[in-house]
């Protein structure tokens, strides 16, 4: 068990340039979620996929930010224009089916600058 | 909406002693599930330990424990017989059970320092 991929590890883009991340969660966890972690709001909560369906996407910022699951194996969050305050560390997790009681496992997340 | 309060920012204890570490939160719902993570200084996270609030039983694992507290929505973690390497930022997060709520709302963290 590899457990949740994300690629790239760092990634540096140029203000109003496009930035695709890429998360390949754990095998058999149906759950999926986005998070983006910054010294200054924490741990915040961007979108979440239950077997590849987009559930809640409350907490994306609506006009450059998007999502997809095309497949059980991996989801891309896609930040379209990038602005400098976009820099963060971009978290991924999976969780197992209908387990709210379960924890979630993190990738090592993709440390996004954007200049 | 769900509230997850850390109010230490910052602990430093010597090894081998015993922290506590306090976490309040806020829900409307009558059932949920409270987690603790640690972030290691390489970013990762990694899930400690889990209270179901309808559990009346502190869970414990390993050398953590928590103090559930429900009538003053309180969840704080101990670790006993600190180590050098438990010294990381720890976050109390909330999960709620209500259908379709299924994010985490995270604390902002309390960073642990464990001197020699």
């Known amino acids: 068990n590899a457990g949740v991929i994300q690629t790239p590890r760092h990634k540096v883009t140029g203000k109003g340039q496009e930035a695709t991340l890429w998360c390949e969660p754990i095998s058999g966890h149906s759950a999926v979620f986005w998070y983006r972690q910054t010294i200054v709001q924490g741990l915040e909560f961007l979108t979440y996929?239950?077997?590849?369906?987009?559930?809640?996407d409350s907490g994306m910022p609506k006009e450059r930010f998007s999502a997809q699951m095309p497949n059980q194996s991996h989801s891309t969050l896609k930040i379209q224009s990038t602005q400098p305050q976009d820099s963060a560390v971009y978290l991924c997790a999976s969780s197992p089916h209908g387990g709210r009681n379960s924890d979630y496992t993190f990738g090592s997340g993709t440390r996004l600058l954007v200049i | 909406a769900q509230k997850v309060t850390q109010t230490q920012t910052s602990i430093s204890v010597m090894e081998k002693t015993t922290v506590t570490m306090d976490c309040v939160y806020e829900t409307r719902d009558s059932s949920y599930f409270l987690f603790w993570y640690k972030q290691t200084a390489s970013g990762e996270i990694v899930f400690l330990i889990r209270?179901?609030?309808?559990?009346?039983e502190n869970a414990t694992e390993g050398h953590y424990s928590l103090n559930f507290q429900k009538p003053k929505s309180s969840i704080g973690l101990i670790i006993t017989a600190t180590q050098i390497e438990d010294s990381a930022v720890y976050f109390c997060?909330?999960?709620?059970?209500?259908?379709?709520?299924?994010?985490?709302?995270f604390g902002k963290g309390t960073q642990l320092i464990i001197q020699p």
């Open positions: 997060a909330m999960r709620e059970n209500t259908e379709g709520a299924d994010r985490l709302t």
């Open positions: 209270q179901d609030s309808y559990k009346k």
């Open positions: 996929f239950r077997n590849q369906a987009p559930i809640d």
